[in-house]
């Protein structure tokens, strides 16, 4: 199918963000607006919160699945899309694919349907990296197989090949382990989040077997980043985001303990069924081609995780 050509957008150009009341697509509504953009948000608040937004941004509070959705959006300019929504629950899209299916590849489907209607002149869609792949022996790059090893990340890789048919502009980012402020401990992806929380109650750390498993782990200012970069280029492509390198969970700990000062109670827990033991991604592509790399290490997005007083 062809795809549509785009100009790079213009600064006060409207973005609709899908998912915009939760963790990453807040801090891309935040950084949207810090650059002239207008923005409204469809968030059905499922794992989002109001909280997360300034404001003055419009809320319209439907999931991507809903019928009304297209009518409401009607009133508000859209010349691009950031489509972070989704149903992130690897456990649970193997306990429910039907569910996980319905949000991830109808509501992609949906989403880009809308998103030609409006006429909308570039597409960003979030997917993952991690769970693409599967373990690792090196890093990850953009034509190593993925190996899917959850419905999630078969319905995200399916929801890409959806956005390279949409004949839309389009930026497809496959990101490793986000974590920041306003993330939660109780969806999955949210170790960091999790430890923090456990840290700053002084109750044990639980991990998971021996602690040896290894994630790519990217600050959120710099998947922000990565987002905005692939929303504000009209090249088409699929492009990892990560810092590079793998860092166990037991050293994640270190780190944070060293953060927070605190001592830390370790709790073993037996270790869980499928998952995956080390993940981590190239992103020599995405520098290459758009000239993204991570600039914050693991200790200084930590230190700006615990510290963080915002909104």
Not at 109 to 127: D, H, P
Not at 179 to 191: A, F, I
Not at 258 to 272: C, D, F, G, K, N
Not at 275 to 299: N, V
């Amino acid at each position: 199918m062809s795809t549509t050509s785009s100009r790079p957008l213009r600064r006060g150009a409207g973005v609709l963000v899908t998912g915009g009341a939760g963790f990453v697509g807040s801090h891309v509504v935040d950084a949207l607006l810090g650059r002239g953009y207008r923005v409204v948000v469809a968030d059905d608040l499922s794992s989002g919160d109001r909280r997360n937004l300034a404001p003055e941004v419009p809320l319209i509070q439907r999931s991507i699945l809903d019928e009304g959705l297209p009518a409401e959006l009607e009133k508000h300019p859209i010349d691009a899309v950031v489509h972070c929504a989704a149903q992130v629950k690897v456990v649970k899209s193997m306990e429910d694919p039907a569910l996980v299916l319905a949000v991830n590849v109808v509501g992609t489907r949906k989403v880009l349907g809308i998103a030609r209607e409006v006429g909308a002149r570039r597409f960003v869609f979030v997917s993952t990296g991690g769970a693409m792949y599967g373990d690792v022996e090196s890093a990850a790059t953009e034509e190593t197989l993925p190996r899917p090893a959850s419905f999630y990340a078969v319905h995200k890789y399916t929801a890409e090949r959806y956005v390279e048919l949409s004949g839309l502009s389009y930026g497809i980012l496959r990101f490793s382990n986000v974590y920041g402020p306003r993330q939660r401990g109780d969806l999955e992806g949210g170790v960091v989040a999790v430890f923090q929380e456990r840290l700053r109650t002084r109750q044990p750390v639980g991990i998971f077997g021996t602690g040896e498993q290894a994630r790519d782990f990217v600050y959120v200012r710099d998947a922000v980043a990565a987002i905005l970069v692939a929303l504000e280029t009209s090249r088409n492509g699929l492009w990892n985001v990560g810092v590079g390198y793998a860092t166990t969970v037991n050293d994640l700990l270190r780190a944070m303990a060293r953060v927070v000062a605190e001592p830390v109670e370790v709790s073993r827990l037996p270790p869980r069924p499928g998952e995956i033991f080390k993940a981590w991604l190239s992103f020599a592509k995405a520098e290459r081609e758009l000239g993204w790399r991570p600039a914050y290490s693991l200790e200084a997005g930590l230190q700006e995780t615990v510290t963080w007083t915002g909104r």
